[in-house]
């Protein structure tokens, strides 16, 4: 790096201290930053809550003239607006929301160059008065958030992200053009380099990890229960449970109001007016926990939400990594934990069958429903691995990864090996003989000699098979087949009743056997209460494999600075509702940890915490000190 580039990003840090509160750039930030301010397009893909609203943010404020953000959502916008003017940045946004005065008011205000930063929603590009406006002003940098939305291969292809090109042709001046996105397919992320017309830009791509984030997946024989005892334990904290159906989220909501756990819900079979107040609940905290379908949460930038639950398996996993991950993005450790059930299969299966795929010709629907086939497939096999989850997500993205990352289910559960070898042989034979046609269920009952109206249908109690695994347990046998499966010598149809058959690697075990072993799960008698709190606290305390370096743990709290962090959140609630700002723009959780353990006791010392900038240490500081000095 040249001096010029060092003093650029002393700038930047600076700017970073100021506004944001926080001492160092994340991985991504500064090499994004830095090629901004040399003029260079970019396009930077990071998981979410990784920070990638610094990354034009910085450069905004460095830049003279204004910014343009384009984003998709109103409730994005108003989040990202509301948060920089706390910060002490001038911003504002345009979009639909505004009624025709305020929209003129607020281009007068930008013509004026009121504003740093301007947020607007895609369709408004081209209309008249915003063209008139953009003609005149200065525009150092068209930033265009959730950048994959150009692309009509991601699942939130929004047309108005199409004329973004024809916008900045129509500018005086081309401004440096930045683009931001989370999706991991390589096809997105080609498209929206053509799409925008990004010239040779820089491209960061840090990885798809989010190391705060603990994964788990469990097979309880009682959901609810489980989910009962999740919620519980992180009473008081944020978090989101998804389900499937509309129907579900109506039964848990129910569940959890007379088990005592308020809730806030969201699917499409609510009115506008109700689903958006209930989601104002959860972003302010009124209401701690959200039930929901997927259509819930995009837009949401609530950092605080401590824990994810999928009642339900979804339908793939650029799904179930797209929702988990609204947990924990303030850094803070998050838990994202699946609740699977054999039963939550056949409905996702419906869903992908009868999708109806109008608008595509005969061969293109086949494509595409074997490929959404293909992904349910490998959805189930996260849930039927006992190997590092972390590491089957990151696969599955193309990431590198290691094959234990030690803060996940998949590498925390207590497990033995046990010898399945005859096991695998005798299912697999089994299949085999009955000629390929049947599911799990009935070999396994073929296996264990029971004569069931459709083994006996089937003539299967005639097979050599037949019985041949009686003293075996059933649970165990039914993890065998899943075990062969995901370990890829049996495959398991995608059809309506999925039927078993032998993969190439079946057949060669089957000529040549060798010695199978899997991993049987050590059950712990005191499961139920505080195993689950104790395995997390493991992976995450022994801070395993470099988890959460520098983070700090909200369990870690000793008594007294537990009432300190409990009086700061109040005053932060206070203050939250004073200003009508959801609290956690206020601070977020990770700077009220830090405040409850360090202690400041003068503003130079709350400077210090990261969160607090120069802005908010003004605004807030006096009525935190007295908090933290008990002088309130
Ligand atoms: P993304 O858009 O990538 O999903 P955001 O830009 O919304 O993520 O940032 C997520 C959170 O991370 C925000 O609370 C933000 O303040 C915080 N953050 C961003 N950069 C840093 C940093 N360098 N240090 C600490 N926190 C950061
Ligand atoms: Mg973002």
Redesign the pocket.
Known sequence: MGDGGKELIRQAAEL?KKY?G?D???KG?EELILAILSGQDVLGI?P???????CYQIPALVMPGITLVVSPLISLMKDQVTALNQAGVHAAWLNSSLTPNQYARALFYAEQGRYKIIYVAPERLLTDSFLRFASRADISMVAVDESHCASQWGQDFRPGYLKIPDFIRLLPRRPVVSAFT?TAARKVQEDIQVILRLRQPKVVLTGFDRENLYFEVRHPKKKKADLLEIVERHKGESGIIYCSTRKTVEEIHQFLFAGGCPAARYHAGLSDAERAGNQEDFVYDRLPVMVATNAFGMGI?K?NVRYVIHYNMPKDLESYYQEAGRAG???EPAECILLYGKKDVAPAQMFIESSPREDLDDVQRLTILERERERLKKMQYYCLTKDCLRAYILDYFGDQASDHCGNCSGCLNEYEEIDVTEACQAVLSCVWESRQRYGASVILDALKGRSTAKTVQYRLDHLPQFGALERWDMGLLEQAVNFLAVEGYLDITTDRYPILRLSRKGREFMEEPCLLTMKKQIVKQTMKNGAAGGKRSAGFGAGAAGVNAGGVLLDDLAGEQNALFLRLKELRMQIAREEQVPAYIVF?DKTLVQMALRQPATKAQLLEI?GVGTRKLEKYGDRFLEVLNGTD
């Open positions: 970073l944001f926080y160092t750039f994340r930030q990071m979410t809550g990784s920070g990638k609203s610094l989370a930038d950092s993005r303030d850094g977020n990261s």
